[in-house]
């Protein structure tokens, strides 16, 4: 079964990300979003018009990082139980063997341990409340896709429960167990940062809208000065929450398994949403509306020169 998302080892992420292909340059934070502070000055310079629109990207993007943590949370759980499964059986101790009456022809027993670890596989990893909407694997497609094929054929289609069985099965349990707590971690991260970003921006939010309401003809020079300052320090922070938010992106996937590259770990976590950089996006939007909200304070301050 892949992790996450949809997987999370080498193989089974290539197989579901080649289904969402990379973003544009724009789309990959490749150094145009970092700039934007830079340069959107120049391009909404000619607004007069504040025109504020409520978050959209961010309470979409907490739910699906939401729903990832516990998706993930339940694999890691199923893998640590199987694992405990697999310590329990003794490979070398004699187990009693299940197959047809004797009947002086030739057959292969079936080692009853083979089918007891078939069963605690289906019972804690294929039995995860999302496994038939996220995966609907076979067993046998399942542990290839986790583990690798040899370890699926041994395990599915092999007679005996050899020790090099066992240890390959212990050692891709404990990967698969590393695998998912790093992406609990970068995931706990990430929804840390998806709130505490649609917070700030909630403020920078209800600054603005208030300058909008203002009767900035009826304010003196010094009054406008002052609303200037609270745009200016909304820039500010809008610059720091998106140059803060491309260095993240930069080094988020170096410390989770599987993700080669600054952008794929984002696209990949967001792939079911409209926007795979919501916290790039969202701030962006909301900047035109401060820079906008800035030129008509200005324009009014011009007039009392």
Known sequence: MPVGIAGFGTTTMTRLYSQHPPPNAEAACTGLECILVDVLPFFWIGLFAVTLVAL???PQAIDQCGEEKRRTAAELNAFTQFGTQVEKIESSTPYPVAGPPSTGRHHTPVDTRLETLQKAYKQTVMAVPHYREEYDDSLEVSVAEEFDTQTATALVSGTQLTPALKRA???????????RRQLLRFLTREKDALETTANTLRSIETTVAAVREYPLPEYSFEELAELWDQLRHC???ISHLLRNRCTNIHTAAKRVTGFSDPWSLHTYLYHPLECRHPILAETAHLLESVLAAEHRVVQSMATRI
Not at 169 to 179: I, M, P
Request: charge should be neutral; proline fraction near 0%; charged fraction near 25%.
């Open 169 to 179: 099965l212990l050692y891709h349990t404990e990967r698969a167990q590393t695998d």
């Open 56 to 58: 959209t990207y961010l």
């Open 235 to 237: 820039t500010k922070q």
